[in-house]
């Protein structure tokens, strides 16, 4: 059967037609729905398109409630260094006074003396003692000629305190009899830095004998020069505290109670 030019070309026609139907009934929107927001159409397309910006932007109040990261300098700053007094008082002729409980007496500490290292004195000898409205607890340090050091450390921290004071090194309390505790800090050495070693060779524990308040005074050992002794007591009272050249000694006179 020969076919016509004419109709193959009608057949083409055909079916290039059908598949142009079928190609745009697939792509049609007639059954899907749309729906334009109340506030677009209130807005504008303009404000509409500001509004969408806004609302992708990082939300400042978020970022401000999150939590922050420590930074940590590559170089931390120094501690400064507390302030040190051109003159000290001399107290090598401190009035005592019995009348109340003495507040704490601290000089440069926990800073070392302007004189520095040179201050630090080695300590000798310890010892108690009995007077008339007072007891006397004295720590004797070697002298510094080479230094040209006059008096004791004049470093220290002396104060009551509620409970007993800790060993250097340890970390545990001082057994010392109270129930009151002054505790003695101190910029000294027990043992000897220079060419010849010696270590400090004086009792470390000072039974009282006569002293009407001070039950004992215990040795509480050093760490990098600094030093700690613990007076046990049976009352806090007023005390002072001498600091006397000739030899170089360290005085404090504890109060035997508290007088009106």
Same mark, same amino acid.
């Given at each position: @059967? +020969?076919?016509?030019?004419?109709?193959?070309?009608?057949?083409?026609?055909?079916?290039?037609?059908?598949?142009?139907?079928?190609?745009?009934?697939?792509?049609?929107?007639?059954? @899907?729905?749309?729906?334009?927001?109340? /506030?677009?159409?209130?807005?504008?397309?303009?404000?509409?398109?500001? +509004? !969408?910006?806004?609302?992708?932007?990082?939300? #400042?109040?978020?970022?401000?409630?999150?939590?922050?990261?420590?930074?940590?300098?590559?170089?931390?700053?120094?501690?400064?260094?507390?302030?040190?007094?051109?003159?000290?008082? &001399?107290?090598?002729?401190?009035?005592?006074?019995?009348?109340?409980?003495?507040?704490?007496?601290?000089? %440069?500490?926990?800073?070392?003396?302007?004189? $520095? &290292?040179?201050?630090?004195?080695? @300590?000798?000898?310890?010892?108690? *003692?009995?007077?008339? &409205?007072?007891?006397?607890?004295?720590?004797?340090?070697?002298?510094?000629?080479?230094?040209?050091?006059?008096?004791?450390? &004049?470093? %220290?921290?002396?104060?009551?305190?509620? /409970? =007993? =004071?800790? /060993?250097?090194?340890? *970390?545990?309390?001082?057994?010392?009899? *109270?129930? !009151?505790?002054?505790?003695?800090?101190?910029?000294? %050495?027990? %043992?000897?830095? *220079?060419?010849?070693?010696?270590?400090?060779?004086?009792? +470390?524990?000072?039974?009282?004998?006569? +002293?009407?308040?001070?039950? #004992?005074?215990?040795? $509480?050992? !050093?760490? !990098?020069?600094?030093?700690?002794?613990?007076?046990?007591?049976?009352?806090?009272? $007023?005390?002072?505290?001498? #600091?006397?050249?000739?030899?170089?000694?360290?005085?404090?006179?504890?109060?035997?109670?508290?007088?009106?």
């Amino acid at each position: @059967m +020969t076919t016509n030019p004419s109709d193959r070309l009608r057949a083409t026609k055909i079916v290039f037609l059908l598949v142009a139907a079928l190609l745009i009934s697939s792509c049609s929107t007639g059954e @899907m729905e749309f729906s334009v927001s109340e /506030q677009a159409l209130k807005e504008g397309p303009n404000q509409a398109q500001s +509004t !969408e910006s806004q609302n992708s932007a990082p939300d #400042e109040s978020t970022e401000e409630n999150a939590p922050q990261q420590t930074v940590i300098p590559e170089n931390p700053v120094q501690e400064t260094a507390q302030p040190i007094p051109e003159e000290k008082e &001399d107290t090598a002729d401190a009035e005592l006074d019995c009348s109340q409980e003495a507040p704490p007496n601290i000089s %440069y500490w926990p800073y070392r003396s302007p004189n $520095g &290292d040179a201050q630090n004195l080695l @300590m000798v000898d310890a010892r108690l *003692g009995a007077h008339f &409205d007072f007891d006397r607890f004295v720590l004797e340090f070697e002298s510094n000629p080479a230094g040209n050091i006059a008096g004791p450390p &004049d470093s %220290y921290s002396i104060q009551w305190v509620s /409970q =007993p =004071p800790i /060993q250097f090194g340890s *970390g545990q309390s001082i057994e010392v009899q *109270g129930p !009151e505790y002054l505790e003695i800090l101190l910029h000294a %050495y027990a %043992y000897n830095r *220079g060419p010849i070693p010696s270590e400090y060779s004086g009792l +470390t524990e000072i039974q009282a004998t006569g +002293t009407l308040n001070v039950t #004992e005074a215990i040795f $509480g050992g !050093e760490v !990098e020069g600094k030093l700690i002794w613990a007076i046990g007591a049976k009352n806090r009272t $007023g005390f002072r505290v001498l #600091e006397i050249p000739d030899p170089p000694r360290l005085v404090i006179d504890i109060c035997t109670s508290v007088s009106s």
